[in-house]
C-alpha cells in the first residue's frame, strides 16, 4: 500500500518516537515535537488508519500506538535517513580502526567490535565461505616425525592452519613433494573441490601411498567445514533494552545466539545490505537483524550482523556500519598506496 505524504511522515515520527522513548506514541506528543501542522484530531484520524492498514498496533495498557512488523518494514524501505555520528563516536571508531593486522580477517573483527561499542547491540560476523574462495598457496611444515601443519592462504587474505597426524614417518623430502603437487594442482582454485575425492588431481603424480593423502584431506575438509568462523561480540548488549526485561524475550534472544546455523544461513547472502525484521523471519519474533557484506578493497571478508529488539534505531546501525566500512576501505587503500603488505 502506497501512503500520502502526511501519513509517512506521522509513520516516520511514530516509529522515531518509539525507538527513543520505548513508549506508545499519542497524537498529542508528536505535533509540536516533529512539526507535523495538522491538528490532533487529524493525527489521530491517521493514525487510526494506519493501525487499520497493519503499520501501526495498539498495546493493552495506552491508548498510544507502536509501529508493527509492517510499519518497521516501511519504515526501512521508504522513510530512514541516516543519522550523522557524534564528533565522540567518529574519534573511538577512527582510533578503534588504527590497529595494524597482520591477516585481512583480523579487519572483520575489530569492525564487529566497533560497531558493537557504538551502537551498543549484540554483533556477529561470520567470514567469507572458505569453500567459495579460491587458494592462493597451500604450506605444509614439518612439525615432527609425524606431523605436519598444513596452512592455507586464500586470495582475500584468509588464512586457514591445521594439524595432520599420521600414522608412520614422513620425511622432510616428502613434505617437499606434497607442497610442489598441492600447490600445482590447487593454486587459483576454489577451496570446494577439497570435498571430492583428490586421489583424480594427485595420486597419479605422487609415489606415496593413499594413506599419506588421505589424513592430509580429511583434516582439511574438517577445518573448512569448522563453525568457528562465526564471531560474536556483546552477548550481552541486547539484554540492557527494556524489552529483554521479559524473561521470554530474553530466553529467545539467548537461544538464538546459540543456534550457529541459523546465524549463518542469514548472514550468507550476496547483498550489500539486508535488514530481517520481526515475524518476517522464523525465529526473530520480536528481534531483528541487520546484515552487512564488509568488502574492503574489493575483496568480500564477510558478513557482519547486528541483532536486537525490533524497536532497533536502524538509521543510527547502518549509520555505523557505512561509516566503518568507508574507514576501512580508506585505511587499506593508504596501507596499499604505501606500499606496505602487512
Known sequence: MELDNRKKRILQAIVNEYIDTVEPVSSNSLIDKYGLECSSATVRNDMAELEKEGFLEKTHISSGRI???KGYRFYVDKLLNEKNLTLNEIKYINQALENKVNEME???KIATNTISDVTHYTTVSIEPNAKKQKIQEIKFVLIGTRMLMAVILTETGTIKETIIKFDNDISQEQVDTLNIIFNNKLRGQYLSIIDVPMEKYIINEM?????????IINQITKLLNDESRI???G???ALDNPEFKSGDLAKRFLGLLDRKDFISDILENDEEFNVYIGNEQNGLKDLSI???KNIVAGKDLGTIGIIGPTRMDYSKVISVLK???KELNK???NELGSGKTD
Open 67 to 69: 509501529p508493527s512488523t
Open 106 to 108: 583480523e579487519l572483520t
Open 207 to 215: 609415489a606415496y601411498k593413499v594413506d599419506v593423502i588421505k589424513p
Open 231 to 233: 564471531y560474536l561480540k
Open 235 to 237: 552477548a550481552n548488549r
Open 290 to 292: 541487520v546484515t552487512f
Open 323 to 325: 561509516y566503518i566500512n
Open 331 to 333: 585505511n587499506m587503500n
